[in-house]
Every structure is written in C-alpha cells, then in structure tokens.
C-alpha cells in the first residue's frame, strides 16, 4: 500500500509517497526549501531519506528547490527525456496559455530556478518497486511536453498540472476539475487523461488544489 502525503508549499503542491521507501514527487518553488524540509520533517523524513524524486514535469514552481535537495539528499532525480535540457539550464519548459488567465498571469511565470542534472530519463514509463513504491511514472504529455504522472497499485494519481482543482490555482473550491491554464497541446492533454483514466483512479491528486474524486473528474475530463 502506498499513502500519499500532500505537501502545500507557496504556489503548489509536493507529495511525499511512503511504501517501503520513500519518494518525493516534486519540489515547489526556488522559495519553497524550508517549507518543504519542514513539511517532510513533520513526517519524521530527512532529505537523506529520500529513495528518488520525481518531477512530474520542469516548471520553477515544480522543480524549483532540486538543486538545494541535492546539496542533502543524496537520490536519482527522475525527469522525461524531453525536459533534461529544461532542468539542466535552469529554464522552464515551454508555457503556452489556453484560457485568458494563463495569458494574464504570464509576467510572472518567467522565473528561473537553480539548475541540476536527472540521473534518470523516463521517455514511456518507469516502475517505482525498484525504489520501494507500488506504483509507476508515465507519460503524460500535454500541459508540457515531457509531463509526467505517477498511479499507484491502489489507485491514486498524481498528475502535476495535467489537470487542476478550483482557482485560481487552488485557492477556492479545489475539488473542482478544471483545465490547466497553460498548455503545450490540448490534443495530447486529452489523450493523456484517458490514459490516466484508464487505470480508473479513486483519487487523483494536482499540482494546484485538489485532490479530485477520481469519477467525478472522468465525468468532467472524458463526458462534458
Ligand atoms: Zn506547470
Ligand atoms: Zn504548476
């Protein structure tokens, strides 16, 4: 079994995954450290700790403290083979607006982030039981093109920002499916969805807000 720990940090979410070991999937914000070492100390988890960190995909506000984990935690950083140059330069990958808030919230979605290196390249999926959780990455693209997501043996998903909850990005109502505002194909976004769907998670858990009941979010997502 795998218990999900949601971790609220300044403008998302990370996620602590406890089976047999330990997984962080995403980071936060350059911000975000101390919130972040805090949060996973409350559940009792050193850097040090950690057996892998997934990035769900390379955003600042997703990938934003890597390089100060790295200086503790001495894991794999896992990311798709599309996003190693994003993550190597410290750039985001590309952010595309699909809805007028995307547009209007571009001035500040330019940040940067300390730059590192992933040890390893997920290009179709990867399976964590190597790294002591029942569960795999796959890939999810669409909100970037080298997104990821992660689905438990037990159902649960973590999809960073293939889809989100409430807004503007959380703060009200976040159970609420909605659209991302920014994204590289809709088309592949659809596509990814099913995908994710298809493994018919109870509960699927967003970069911002969240989590969402998993049928309530396929009636949204697949029949609207
Ligand atoms: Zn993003
Ligand atoms: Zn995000």
Redesign the pocket.
């Known amino acids: 079994m795998t218990i999900i720990f949601p971790i609220k940090l300044a403008i998302?979410n990370a996620f602590l995954l406890r089976g047999e070991k330990n997984i962080l999937v995403d980071t936060g914000s350059p911000v975000d450290f101390p919130i972040l070492t805090r949060q996973l100390g409350k559940h009792g988890i050193q850097l040090n700790d950690l057996a892998l960190v997934v990035l769900t995909h390379v955003?600042f506000?997703?990938a934003g403290t890597v390089a100060a984990l790295l200086q503790s935690a001495k894991c794999p950083v896992v990311v798709h083979r599309l996003e190693k140059e994003n993550l190597a330069s410290g750039k985001n990958a590309p952010i595309i607006p699909v809805h007028p808030l995307g547009k209007m919230l571009m001035p500040f979605m330019g940040a940067g982030f300390a730059p590192t290196f992933a040890d390893i390249l997920v290009d179709d999926a990867l399976d964590l039981f190597p790294y002591g959780v029942a569960a795999q990455v796959i890939f999810t693209p669409g909100h970037t093109p080298g997104s990821l997501s992660i689905l438990t043996e037990d159902h649960q998903a973590i999809v960073g920002?293939l889809c989100g909850g409430g807004w503007p990005l959380g703060q009200f109502q976040p159970g609420n499916p909605r659209y991302h505002y920014w994204a590289s194909s809709m088309e592949a976004v659809h596509a990814s969805l099913k995908r994710v769907f298809a493994s018919q998670p109870a509960q699927i858990h967003v970069?911002?807000g969240g989590p969402l009941d998993g049928r309530e979010a396929s009636q949204f997502f697949l029949e609207s």
């Open positions: 998302s955003h506000d997703h920002d970069g911002h």
